[in-house]
């Protein structure tokens, strides 16, 4: 059974930088995935990778400013937040995708969570 443990969340002020791993047990060449939840709203996908890396794919809300990562040597992926917003406060989570195709922005594609990292950026 696998595991993803996520860190690296906190507090930042606007137009600063944070970077999340998502370290994961087991298996590693899976495709993964970043989503987001706002208090209230559903969890909403922020960002993709293919198992070797590529492809990405971004929201367009984070486009330019995120970028998804990973070093499988390391078992570990990333989400690099530049340029951080208010509007970006939320919790994180990564996640394992289980199925191939071009769902990736489906929670149901995702079979494996982190527990979420807080990410609270103060204007």
């Known amino acids: 059974q696998a595991q993803l443990v996520e860190s690296g969340g906190g507090l930042v002020q606007a137009g600063g930088t944070l970077r999340l791993s998502c370290a994961a047990s087991?298996?590693?060449?899976?495709?993964m995935g970043w989503f987001r939840q706002f208090p209230g709203k559903e969890r909403e996908f922020v960002a993709f990778?293919?198992?070797?890396?590529?492809?990405?794919y971004y929201a367009d809300a984070v486009k330019g400013r995120f970028t998804i990562s990973r070093d499988n040597a390391r078992n570990t992926a990333y989400l690099q937040m530049n340029s951080l917003k208010p509007e970006d406060t939320a919790v994180y989570y990564c996640?394992?995708?289980?199925?191939?195709?071009?769902?990736?922005?489906?929670?149901?594609?995702?079979?494996?969570w982190g527990q979420g990292a807080q990410v609270t950026v103060s204007s």
């Open positions: 990778s293919g198992w070797s890396g590529s492809p990405t």
């Open positions: 087991g298996r590693t060449f899976y495709a």
């Open positions: 996640a394992r995708r289980k199925f191939s195709g071009n769902n990736w922005r489906l929670k149901s594609d995702y079979d494996y």
